[in-house]
Nanobody, 118 residues
Framework: QVQLVESGGGLVQAGGSLRLSCAAS????????MGWYRQAPGKQRELVGT???????NYADSVKGRFTISRDNAKNTVYLQMNSLKSEDTAVYYC????????????WGQGTQVTVPS
């Protein structure tokens, strides 16, 4: 059974930092591309960034320079370090996994809430 479990969300003041974690089980984690997505109230889900099996990263323009994705294949965990948080970063954050040769994500976590009051 595949599970992706996010943690680390919460309430943080503007300008603060949070680190989200996503622990994966049931998959050969090191072979998977991991993505972080977010969905704000009333908005469509959007891609925050991705990290390949070799730790190549890609980010949405809205978070470049503020967010960093990393992974620890030994721990089957991917991280999202979020700095200089803004109110517009308020959303439910999801991690997702896909095999390197697929376009669509195969597995999704349940999400973790990040709230940055304006």
């Amino acid at each position: 059974q595949v599970q992706l479990v996010e943690s680390g969300g919460g309430l943080v003041q503007a300008g603060g930092s949070l680190r989200l974690s996503c622990a994966a089980s049931g998959i050969a984690f090191s072979f998977y591309v991991m993505g972080w997505y977010r969905q704000a109230p009333g908005k469509q889900r959007e891609l925050v960034g991705t990290i390949t099996s070799t730790s190549t990263t890609n980010y949405a323009d809205s978070v470049k320079g503020r967010f960093t994705i990393s992974r620890d294949n030994a721990k089957n965990t991917v991280y999202l370090q979020m700095n200089s948080l803004k109110s517009e970063d308020t959303a439910v954050y999801y991690c997702a996994a896909r095999k390197w040769n697929r376009v669509e994500y195969d597995y999704w976590g349940q999400g973790t809430q990040v709230t940055v009051p304006s």
